[in-house]
């Protein structure tokens, strides 16, 4: 189960980082707005929704503007060891900007719980990474560094694990009208035989567009019933689509930026 989730979440920030450098959607522009059969609860045949997104890739670079919430979660098997992965990003497409603040905290029995925490600004060609309580490092880059930076972003397409969903109903989520799917992950334990005690999957596509508005996936396993379990939970949530939003270096990364050369 983890080595399913986790490294997606791991592309998934590079992604939203090199997607910052950017907002150019690919020339693939992944599973269209179609309808196609698909089951029911009920379990019978009629025309619905497609359920297939476009990838997250596609689907940021073709809004002009966002804030994108993703959350990982997971616990055990012993209950005292946890971790959680935290990634805020924002962006505007008409001003040329993002920021994305990465947030992980691992926790252990008895050990001090272990923080990272990394925000990452980037307006035009130039980026400043980096924290108050770490200190701040600038970058430029060239109008070829940064399109070569794009052409990179347009060659990953990534969509979060959907098995075989199930058209629930129309909905407006986040302020996107939306179609939403439930879904469970196929052969979840087959392979390790524990016993999976919660198999849940949802998520939302915009009715224009068919990226994803909301995803939610929880999953619960355990070797033996009433043993250890692991506990995982990822979510991922787009908000204030094409809205406004304002976007600026703060203090500690205009200290450290290089002072522009005097005009001759």
Avoid at 1 to 9: E, G, N, Q, W
Avoid at 27 to 55: H, K, M, R, Y
Avoid at 241 to 250: K, L, T
Wanted: glycine letters at 8%.
């Amino acid at each position: 189960m983890k080595t399913r989730i986790f490294p997606a979440l791991t592309l998934l920030l590079l992604l939203m980082l090199a997607c910052s450098l950017s907002g150019r959607p690919s020339s693939n522009s992944g599973a269209g707005s179609t309808e196609q059969p698909i089951a029911q609860a009920t379990g019978t045949p009629t025309p619905l929704p497609d359920p297939n997104p476009v990838s997250i890739n596609n689907g940021l670079a073709s809004l002009n503007s966002y804030q994108m919430t993703v959350t990982y979660t997971s616990t055990g098997p012993d209950p005292a060891q946890s971790s959680k992965t935290d990634i805020e990003s924002q962006r505007s497409s008409d001003s040329d900007a993002s920021v994305t603040h990465f947030t992980m905290t691992a926790v252990k029995p008895g050990e001090k719980p272990q923080v990272s925490d990394t925000i990452t600004y980037r307006i035009g060609n130039d980026q400043c990474s980096g924290s108050d309580a770490d200190g701040w490092e600038w970058a430029s880059f060239s109008p070829t560094e940064a399109e070569m930076q794009g052409l990179i972003t347009n060659m990953i397409g990534l969509t979060p694990i959907i098995d075989d969903p199930v058209f629930v109903a129309a909905e407006t989520v986040n302020g996107v009208p939306a179609n939403h799917f439930n879904f469970k992950v196929s052969g979840l334990g087959d392979s390790s035989g524990s016993v999976v005690n919660i198999n849940q999957g949802d998520y939302w596509l915009a009715v224009d567009g068919q990226y994803i508005v909301k995803y939610l996936l929880v999953l619960e396993m355990s070797a033996a019933p009433n043993s250890q379990v692991m506990h995982q939970e990822i979510s991922i949530d787009l908000n204030d689509i094409n809205g406004p939003v304002s976007i600026a270096f703060p203090e500690g990364c205009l200290a450290v930026a290089p002072t522009p050369s005097p005009t001759p």
